[in-house]
């Protein structure tokens, strides 16, 4: 019998308000600053500030809970694993690594391709081995977003081989209003195998500095609606 996955040190509502506080405007446009002193200009068009915010605020995370962040690092000379960026728990007495503890592919919808390569950064998701896995995505046109929610769900349910104790988590940026938004879906896997019925919750929408979780508090993650 396969072994279910076991539960992780990292709660996905923990990832949505550390995404909230770390990854806004504000701190993009500083992050693109610092490479570029004279920048001043529309942070939603560069994807590499949101990522490297983004990578940035996982990596401090995951070092807290006593891992190591693995991902691309130019001047450190390291290469992502497997994903954009990829969590692995504490070292055994042999100072070996035990086991991934969250797996995040990061994508931002900047041409037409963007489409097919979030779809494809999901599928990679389904096959790597962890208790929370995480994509992070971008500036998806409003029209397109119900389609896209649709689209990732529909591999959730045609994937054969869920473990049971992994959660997906989505969380997606977007402008409204002239505000950046932050919304969250979550769906965890209740056994292994197919998933037929599986069906994204909602976390919570973010906006100027505020959470709302659904029903006033955090949703049970063990079971899908």
Sequence with gaps: MKPTCAPGPIEPEEIVQLLKKEVTEN??????????PSYNGNPGMYDRGWKEVVYSALEDFVCKHGGRAVFTRTKKKEREFMLDFV????????????????????EWWKTSEGR?????????????????????YGDCPAKCRAEVRETLRDSLRKFEDHVKGECYLLIQFYKENRLYKQEGLVWCAEQDGPAPQAKFRNVGEISSGTV????GAAPALNKSS
């Excluded at 709302?212 to 029903?215: K, M």
């Design 27 to 36: 701190t993009v446009t500083n992050h693109l600053r610092s490479i570029d």
């Design 87 to 106: 969590g692995l728990d504490d070292k055994d007495k042999n100072q070996a690594f035990r086991r991934a503890m969250l797996g995040v592919e990061c």
């Design 116 to 136: 097919e390569e979030l779809f494809r950064n999901f599928r990679k998701l389904l096959f790597f081995k962890a208790p929370l896995k995480l994509l992070v």
């Design 212 to 215: 709302t979780l659904s029903g």
